[in-house]
């Protein structure tokens, strides 16, 4: 369902809209993809609420850094890769540029980091 309004919206003429191509994924399922098949996590969000807190092993790099810094993201090319924001709006955006500079398996946290710590699982402060 959620695909077709995707899809629907996209026709209309919805620019921010998170491409269907893009699969979201659950907190814990996202935790499971880390451990058990060394997912990388991408999280787009500033500095400020990286800083505050952030899920262990992730990558920080702001989405307004996402389409500079693709290269160093080149050796995950092929791996599960899963965007991460607050709320799970800006990693949809940061997802679409990681799909459309190839990267094969790209997911976006659903519900982001606020989704991540309601379903209890850990967060690293700085």
Same mark, same amino acid.
């Given at each position: @369902?959620?695909?077709?309004?995707?899809?629907?919206?996209?026709?209309?003429?919805?620019? #921010?809209? @998170?491409?269907?191509?893009?699969?979201?994924?659950?907190?814990? =399922?996202?935790?499971? @993809?880390?451990?058990?098949?060394?997912?990388?996590?991408?999280? /787009?969000?500033?500095?400020?609420?990286?800083?505050?807190?952030?899920?262990?092993?992730?990558?920080?790099?702001?989405?307004?850094?996402?389409?500079?810094?693709?290269?160093?993201?080149?050796?995950?090319?092929?791996?599960?890769?899963?965007?991460?924001?607050?709320?799970?709006?800006?990693?949809?955006?940061?997802? =679409? /540029?990681?799909? #459309?500079?190839?990267?094969?398996?790209?997911?976006?946290?659903?519900?982001?980091? #606020?989704?991540?710590?309601?379903?209890?699982?850990?967060?690293?402060?700085?």
């Amino acid at each position: @369902m959620k695909k077709i309004l995707v899809a629907i919206i996209a026709l209309l003429g919805g620019q #921010n809209v @998170m491409s269907a191509s893009i699969e979201s994924v659950s907190p814990n =399922e996202a935790s499971k @993809m880390q451990h058990e098949r060394n997912a990388i996590i991408i999280d /787009v969000r500033e500095t400020d609420e990286w800083n505050a807190g952030h899920i262990a092993g992730a990558i920080h790099i702001p989405l307004s850094d996402v389409k500079n810094r693709v290269t160093e993201l080149e050796k995950y090319k092929d791996s599960p890769v899963i965007t991460q924001c607050r709320s799970g709006v800006r990693s949809a955006k940061a997802a =679409e /540029v990681l799909k #459309n500079a190839g990267f094969s398996a790209v997911y976006n946290l659903d519900g982001g980091i #606020n989704a991540w710590q309601k379903a209890a699982l850990d967060i690293q402060q700085n």
